[in-house]
């Protein structure tokens, strides 16, 4: 039997924060007391809090570490390590690696890497080196040709547990703003305006062919599969409309008020960036997730491209005037996003979950991850 005792912590409960002490015990919380612990043993963790360790639904980071630049691939076992020690330095103890397929780019190598990025990760959980649980997360791209045919090869990978429907065809979700796709694709692909053109009007008619039969054939083989769905970008009540038709558990990133309200009503946990908060606004000019926080209609955080915002964000929303209390914000990046997946063993200060926990002290507001614990394991 193997026991630690962390004591005099803030401990963020569901309801609370209470001073006290937490027992691991084999992988798991054992127990919890409001006081400290008076075993010689105990770790004093003089005053700071002890959070449930964070989980990412959403996030294309182990991408950029397999391809750092165009044309570069990286060596693909050093990649997935440096991704998945991120992850536990940022307090992230179970991650949904995103993965895309359908990509819009034709000369990209994502498709490429995607095989290996998968085996890099099963090699790296298989062989006890991974710091924090690794899932995966399957980003289909319905507006093209062989998004169907990629999912089908791709579905009874035993690590997948969620799957996202997205079209970013110009003019709707993501990009109503013609100028902020633009300056979107032009940046990323150094499109001149004639090339951009002949981009737009290819991404629309491959919109129109296959966006609607890809999205209906592949929530329908998620359900058959008890897989999780989420809608990616809603913008109207049509949308949303269609997400509830399809099953949907996760709205991520609605764009517009009334499309984040109608998801939180129908029972959608709405999902929102963690860079949204952090730099108090949308990159692509949608709505603010400090928004919906004032509308109580913020469920669950995700790190998106940027790790460490992940637990910063958190912190804001709780300090946010009007905002959430620190409990509540806590659990839109631990407890909430969990469950929606189907986790029920995780997400929480609690006797008998996974001993996933984050030790972090407020530095100017900021908040410092000291020590992250992944199933009882120290990790960071």
């Known amino acids: 039997m193997r026991e630690q005792i962390l004591s005099n912590a803030r401990l963020v409960l ?17 127990g919890l007391d409001i006081a400290p612990s008076r075993h010689p043993a105990a770790i004093d963790c003089d005053g700071d809090y ?81 710091r924090v649980d690794h899932r995966l997360h399957l980003r289909c791209e319905v507006s093209q040709a062989e998004t169907l045919e990629r999912f ?37 692909y150094g499109l001149s305006d004639s090339e951009l053109e002949t981009f737009v009007t290819q991404q629309r008619a491959s919109s129109a062919r296959y966006s609607a039969q890809h999205r209906r054939a592949i929530a329908a083989e998620c359900h058959s599969r008890g897989l ?8 109207t009540l049509e949308h949303v409309a269609e997400s509830r038709e399809y099953g949907t558990r996760v709205a991520e990133f609605p764009t517009t008020l009334e499309a984040a309200e109608a998801s939180h009503r129908a029972g959608m946990a709405v999902m929102m960036g963690a860079p949204n908060v952090v730099r108090g606004g949308s990159h692509s000019g949608n709505i ?31 300090r946010m005037e009007g905002g ?42 900021h908040p410092l991850v000291e020590r992250v614990w992944s199933a009882g394991r120290q990790v960071h």
């Open 152 to 188: 089908r090869e791709l579905a009874d990978l035993p690590r997948l547990g969620l799957v996202s429907l997205m079209d970013h065809t110009p003019g709707q979700r993501q990009f109503v703003s013609f100028e902020a796709y633009s300056t979107y694709y032009q940046g990323k």
């Open 228 to 235: 999780a769905l989420a809608s990616h970008d809603d913008a």
């Open 14 to 30: 569901d309801d609370e924060v209470v001073t006290g002490s937490l027992v691991i015990r084999d992988g798991r919380i054992a």
């Open 324 to 365: 959430y209390s620190l409990p509540r914000a806590v659990a839109t990046a631990s407890r909430i996003p969990a469950e929606a997946v189907g986790l029920t063993d995780r997400g929480r200060l609690a006797a008998g979950a996974r001993a996933d926990l984050i030790r972090a002290r407020l530095c100017d507001d």
């Open 50 to 130: 002890l959070l449930p360790g964070l989980v990412e639904l959403h996030t294309d980071n182990m991408e950029k570490y397999f391809q750092p630049r165009p044309k570069v691939a990286w060596p693909a076992r050093q990649a997935a390590l440096a991704h998945d020690a991120q992850m536990a330095a940022s307090g992230i103890t179970t991650v949904f690696d995103a993965v895309a397929i359908g990509d819009v780019n034709k000369q990209s190598m994502r498709h490429q890497a995607l095989a290996e990025m998968c085996r890099a990760i099963d090699d790296i959980v298989d062989g006890g080196l991974a």
């Open 288 to 318: 603010a997730a400090a928004d919906l926080v004032a509308r109580g209609v913020l469920d669950v955080l995700s790190s998106d491209y940027y790790p460490a915002a992940l637990l910063d964000a958190v912190f804001r929303i709780a």
